[in-house]
């Protein structure tokens, strides 16, 4: 008599065989699927690399704010005024974000990547007004800008800025601690300009770390005759690396290794790779004025 069917043993060999192929394939599938992620981040950074100093070329050389003077008058030419037909909140045209939109071939596709690219389209259509939209989305760019050492966050909760304003106030010949020219960056290969990022994101009452942030926190902070860990360390001396779960700024400075362990990082000379979150401790990366990995300026 012929047989029409599957013995049981025959049926358990295929859901082996079956198991097996699924362990080999669905991994390399992920892996395709992350290296066609992290190649986009790649791209996007190169195009916001080029922006940046393309907007230094067009202003004599200087560096592009982090954040403009929330108390000085801020010309309207300086970035755009609406957005999508709704008017651009002023306090998010003084981020680098708005400044840097008009020197961008492509500002969705260098501002917003992969996942973040749905994060900003749902901000825009599911905010409670168009103007919240347009803020929260200003928040949330992937990456974010070294603000505190390159071009400087114009703002009193900038440690960097608030000590070189008093510096300066003492003496008006001192220069900046932050980077304010191109051309006097002296390590443009080695210092972090951008690089992928997380933020804390209020969701209603519950707060939330979501993929990209508009600024990063270098590790060390500066303190009474020396420097401070701005960032957790662990018992054994080590940075506390970032976690879904784990606060953005202090672990990690607002950095996201979301690339397989490894952060997108754009250096002002304009080149981009891919860096391990453990290189990102030393202010050498952060500083171009860094003597050692912990420097950071004294307070007086």
């Known amino acids: 008599m012929r047989r029409t069917a599957f013995t049981i043993v025959e049926m358990l060999v295929v859901i082996a065989v079956l198991g097996i192929l699924a362990g080999i394939i669905l991994p390399a599938v992920n892996s395709l699927s992350s290296s066609a992620s992290t190649t986009h981040e790649r791209a996007a950074a190169r195009g916001l690399i080029a922006g ?23 010309p309207a030419s300086e970035s755009p005024v609406v957005f999508n037909g709704t008017p651009i909140p002023e306090i998010a045209r003084r981020r680098w974000i708005w400044q840097l939109i008009p020197y961008l071939d492509d500002p969705v596709a ?29 928040l949330h760019p ?9 071009g400087g966050r ?19 010949g001192a220069q900046p601690l932050f980077s304010d020219a191109l051309a006097r960056v002296r390590r443009p290969a ?56 784990t606060d953005p700024e202090s672990t990690g400075g607002f950095l996201s290794p979301r ?16 860096q ?20 950071a300026p004294s307070l007086p």
């Open 154 to 172: 114009q703002s009193d909760a900038c440690d960097i800025w608030t000590l070189t304003q008093f510096i300066q106030s003492q003496d008006d």
């Open 190 to 245: 080695d210092l972090i300009a951008f690089a992928s990022s997380r933020g804390p994101f209020q969701d209603g009452t519950a707060q939330q770390t979501v993929q990209g942030y508009w600024r990063l926190a270098p590790p060390w902070k500066p303190a009474a005759g020396g420097s401070s860990p701005r960032w957790d360390i662990t018992e054994n001396g080590r940075f506390v690396s970032p976690e879904p779960h």
């Open 110 to 138: 260098s501002l917003w990547v992969n996942d973040q690219r749905g994060f900003w389209e749902r901000n825009l259509q599911n905010a409670s007004d168009p103007a919240t939209g347009v803020y929260l989305t200003t």
């Open 52 to 74: 940046w100093r393309q907007w230094s070329l067009e202003h004599s050389g200087q560096l592009l704010p982090g954040q403009l003077d929330l108390a000085a008058p801020l």
């Open 142 to 150: 992937s990456f974010g800008l070294n603000t505190d050492f390159l």
């Open 276 to 295: 391990p979150f453990e290189a990102m401790g030393n202010m050498r990366r952060w500083a171009d004025a860094a003597t050692g990995p912990h420097w």
């Open 259 to 274: 690339n397989g362990h490894r952060i997108v990082v754009a250096a002002p000379d304009g080149h981009v790779n891919l």
